[in-house]
């Protein structure tokens, strides 16, 4: 099985005009997205919360959590984002494929338009009897 790798912009959500293209590593079995710590920084988004994350070898790591703005073509998202730290990988996770629309086919290893539903409370009128 191939691993699927992506060009995103990511940016701040208070300046989206101001982006940096980073390639990802696709993870649909991640839910946050990791960005290095530096690139954030420079983009001006200040971690909100810290998350702690269990390692396959069952250690425990914490990792500070803030939120980014994500553009993909004409795909434009905000999802939470993980501060990368020297040694993580650069990761795309299933939060930030949903936010901008998208998800990963397994199998064929290509991103699918991810079709939207939209839930709305309707009433029905009345009956006149």
Avoid: C, W
């Amino acid at each position: 099985m191939g691993l699927t790798t992506l060009k995103i912009e990511v940016g701040n959500p208070a300046n989206p005009e101001t982006t940096e293209m980073i390639e990802f590593l696709i993870d649909s079995g991640a839910i946050y997205s990791v960005v290095p710590t530096p690139i954030l920084e420079k983009l001006g988004i200040k971690p909100l919360a810290t998350q702690e994350f269990r390692l396959a070898d069952g250690s425990m790591i914490a990792r500070k959590k803030g939120g980014a703005l994500f553009k993909h073509k004409e795909r434009i998202g905000v999802a939470d984002v993980i501060f990368g730290e020297e040694g993580d990988s650069v990761l795309l996770g299933a939060f930030t494929l949903e936010a901008l629309g998208l998800s990963l086919d397994p199998l064929r290893r290509e991103l699918k338009p991810l079709p939207m539903i939209l839930a709305i409370h309707y009433s029905a009128p009345e009956k006149l009897v």
